[in-house]
């Protein structure tokens, strides 16, 4: 049986590139949408050896890829956070109204994250917030007409990752041995959960596709959450342990605020997708050993 073609956005970025090389690797046909000046280090390997076919949607027209391509599902990745201190109209129009266009094409798996919850709490992100969740209630809008798959994901990390990212960056930072480092007090509960175990949970879901109804929420988290003190504590008991470092740097817990509308314990329930046959697979000591290995 012919294996579907799906088209995904966001496919340069971290998770994006996992996915891409997973559904290559699965059979899949797989349509990208980037724009000309995305850094395409992550696919480059897909690119030179054509397994993908891109789009430049900066250059040429959306409806471009549905002409020359028959898109049976969505994958939708791409997202504004607006840390680059962005305009509103702009991250309005990268989570709204880009996202919108393709809902009415085929099966639709929007990206959500943690943050996405009952009330806006990150002052920092509330705009991507606010428009995560006015996306969500269209999707749902939308799902009298297709089937609508929203994957909320918890503290996804892995090698490659963005270097502004906590794991990644807390990791360096220690590596580089020379400033202490200023943290929070660390009493927050955080989920994180491997890139790997994450892409398992979207092939997961696919695989299950005719099952589902037209709308359809799955959480994705590991089976043990962890206080960020304890998680940086373990980072630096890998890094000394494993890896046979001398760390040097004082972790200085307590030194920075919290966050305006910090939230310090997380509710998600991995029920549903594991009633699929999904499981979490890599230990944090595990992948956290990956991660380094990939940065030393």
Same mark, same amino acid.
């Given at each position: 049986?012919?294996?579907?073609?799906?088209?995904?956005?966001?496919?340069? *970025? $971290?998770?994006?590139?996992?996915?891409?090389?997973?559904?290559?690797?699965?059979?899949? &046909?797989?349509?990208?949408?980037?724009?000309?000046?995305?850094?395409?280090?992550?696919?480059?390997?897909?690119? !030179?050896?054509?397994?993908?076919?891109?789009?430049?949607? !900066?250059?040429?027209?959306?409806?471009?890829?549905?002409?020359?391509?028959?898109?049976?599902?969505?994958?939708?990745?791409?997202?504004?956070?607006?840390?680059?201190?962005?305009?509103?109209?702009?991250?309005?129009?990268?989570?709204?109204?880009?996202?919108?266009?393709?809902?009415?094409?085929?099966?639709?798996?929007?990206?959500?994250?943690? $943050?996405?919850? !009952?009330?806006?709490?990150?002052?920092?992100?509330?705009?991507?917030?606010?428009?995560?969740?006015?996306?969500?209630?269209?999707?749902?809008? $939308?799902?009298?007409?297709?089937?609508?798959?929203?994957? &909320?994901?918890?503290?996804?990390? *892995?090698?490659? !990752?963005?270097?502004?990212?906590?794991?990644?960056?807390?990791?360096?930072?220690?590596?580089?041995?020379?400033?202490?480092?200023?943290?929070?007090?660390?009493?927050?509960?955080?989920?994180?959960?491997?890139?790997?175990?994450?892409?398992?949970?979207?092939?997961?879901?696919?695989?299950?596709?005719?099952?589902?109804?037209?709308?359809?929420?799955?959480?994705?988290?590991?089976?043990?959450?962890?206080?960020?003190?304890?998680?940086?504590?373990?980072?630096?008991? #890998?890094?000394?342990?494993?890896?046979?470092?001398?760390?040097?740097?004082?972790?200085? $817990?307590?030194?920075?605020?919290?966050?305006?509308?910090?939230?310090?314990?997380?509710?998600?329930?991995?029920?549903? #997708?594991?009633?699929?046959?999904?499981?979490?697979?890599?230990?944090?000591?595990?992948?956290? &050993?990956?991660?380094?290995?990939?940065?030393?």
């Amino acid at each position: 049986m012919n294996k579907k073609t799906i088209l995904l956005t966001g496919g340069t *970025g $971290f998770l994006g590139s996992y996915l891409a090389k997973r559904f290559v690797n699965e059979g899949y &046909k797989v349509v990208i949408l980037k724009r000309s000046f995305s850094n395409t280090f992550r696919i480059k390997d897909l690119i !030179d050896e054509s397994k993908i076919i891109f789009y430049d949607i !900066d250059k040429v027209s959306l409806d471009k890829a549905f002409l020359e391509n028959k898109i049976d599902i969505v994958i939708h990745t791409a997202t504004n956070y607006g840390r680059n201190q962005e305009k509103k109209s702009e991250i309005v129009n990268d989570n709204i109204v880009f996202p919108l266009k393709l809902l009415e094409i085929a099966t639709f798996f929007n990206t959500d994250t943690f $943050f996405n919850t !009952d009330t806006v709490l990150y002052k920092y992100l509330s705009d991507y917030s606010l428009s995560k969740k006015q996306f969500l209630e269209w999707a749902k809008l $939308f799902s009298s007409k297709i089937k609508i798959v929203n994957m &909320k994901l918890q503290h996804l990390y *892995g090698p490659k !990752d963005d270097e502004k990212k906590f794991v990644i960056w807390l990791i360096k930072k220690m590596i580089e041995n020379k400033e202490d480092i200023r943290l929070t007090k660390g009493e927050q509960l955080r989920n994180f959960i491997y890139i790997d175990d994450v892409v398992d949970a979207y092939i997961t879901v696919l695989n299950n596709l005719v099952k589902l109804s037209n709308y359809n929420e799955f959480d994705v988290g590991s089976k043990r959450s962890i206080r960020i003190e304890d998680f940086v504590l373990k980072v630096k008991k #890998i890094l000394t342990e494993y890896f046979n470092m001398d760390i040097k740097v004082n972790l200085l $817990f307590g030194a920075l605020k919290y966050r305006e509308g910090e939230f310090f314990k997380i509710k998600f329930d991995n029920k549903k #997708i594991r009633a699929l046959g999904w499981d979490d697979k890599v230990s944090l000591e595990e992948g956290l &050993k990956k991660t380094i290995k990939e940065i030393l």
